[in-house]
């Protein structure tokens, strides 16, 4: 074998070598790169299937706060508890926080109240929110990102004895540190049921003659129009296109409402956005639209059994999302 022969075999192996490690070093920056986060349904579900009792006495509001404290603990968390009333408005909401790494100082907010109605388990109002709050407090905890994560689970939003709901909202908006460096909050409001007939959708007096949806197969968010931009993040390609039961793809319908509205359209401001809205804080109300698709809503049926899980755990994914990007300096 001559030496010029030799040296071109040289040549074309260490060309090869070379190929062969930045295709290796490529295939394993591509696997070491995070993936998107997604929640577990398993947890999802065993959760649900725990919380979806009556959390309206003081007793399975106390066994409902045990029951979060200990999942948070688990995820590394210290919870932070607010105590707020006296009698039968006394509550305590439950929050924990995990820092930003560049801009600590501002904040998302993702609540959800964990009380339900006497008399109603609650699966959807408000235990699916309540999971879904959960999965995102336990997927954030060693994921981290630019802005600071605030996991809030309110106490007392339904309908008190003397006329007055969300008072655990209340109380935390009125609260000025808790208002410090917040950009945002998103607010979940059930979010596991849908429904696929024709007609099974309704809508607030005031949006009937809208172009909106006839099937109960899309999650609804609604924003102040002081934010826009954090409604816009919720927005998504398939907003106009039709699903079905079995689609892998969540259609959400996004709509803007301007504050001014309230003494006109109450069933906007319903849950605990409105508190924040008030304040003049940005945020988003993330729900399957309640009572206007749900027929257990409020009523003793509303059961782990009569949701659609595989809807719940797409939306669940979805508000993971939005909330990532939320969380970025971007």
């Known amino acids: 074998m001559g030496n010029q022969f030799r040296r071109r075999v040289g040549l074309w192996l260490g060309l090869l070598t070379l190929a062969v490690g930045m295709f290796m070093f490529y295939e394993v920056s591509s696997k070491a790169q995070p993936q998107g986060l997604m929640v577990d349904s398993g947890r999802l579900r065993s959760h649900l299937q725990t919380l979806a009792a009556e959390r309206y006495t003081n007793i399975a509001l106390a066994r409902t706060r045990t029951y979060l404290i200990k999942e948070l603990q688990s995820y590394g968390y210290e919870p932070i508890t607010q105590t707020f009333g006296s009698g039968d408005s006394a509550g305590t909401n439950l929050s924990v926080i995990r820092p930003g790494t560049q801009t600590p100082e501002q904040k998302i907010l993702v609540g959800a109240h964990y009380d339900s109605v006497a008399g109603s388990p609650g699966a959807d109002d408000n235990g699916s929110a309540v999971v879904t ?133 109450p069933d906007l401001f319903r849950s605990d956005h409105a508190p924040f809205w008030l304040k003049g804080i940005g945020a988003v109300m993330v729900s399957d639209t309640a009572n206007f698709r749900n027929p257990n809503y409020h009523q003793a049926s509303d059961t782990v059994d009569t949701l659609d899980l595989m809807f719940l755990e797409q939306t669940a994914n979805y508000i993971v999302d939005r909330v990532t990007g939320l969380l970025q300096n971007n």
């Not at 909202?169 to 998103?186: E, I, Y």
């Not at 899309?218 to 039709?242: C, M, Q, Y």
């Not at 892998?248 to 359209?265: N, Q």
């Open 133 to 265: 709050a959960l999965e995102i407090a336990r997927l954030f905890a060693d994921y981290p990102t630019h802005k600071t994560l605030q996991v809030v689970f309110f106490d007392q939003e339904e309908l008190q004895p003397e006329g007055a709901g969300l008072l655990g909202s209340n109380a935390f908006v009125n609260d000025a540190a808790n208002l410090d460096g917040l950009a945002g909050a998103v607010i979940l409001e059930m979010l596991g049921y849908a429904c696929y007939e024709t007609g099974c959708q309704t809508y607030p007096p005031g949006l009937e003659q809208q172009d909106l949806p006839s099937t109960g197969d899309f999650i609804g968010v609604i924003g102040d129009t002081d934010h826009p931009e954090l409604l816009a993040t919720f927005a998504t390609e398939t907003e106009t296109k039709p699903a079905t039961a079995s689609d892998s793809s969540l259609k959400a319908v996004t709509l803007p409402v301007p504050i001014g509205v309230l003494p006109f359209m």
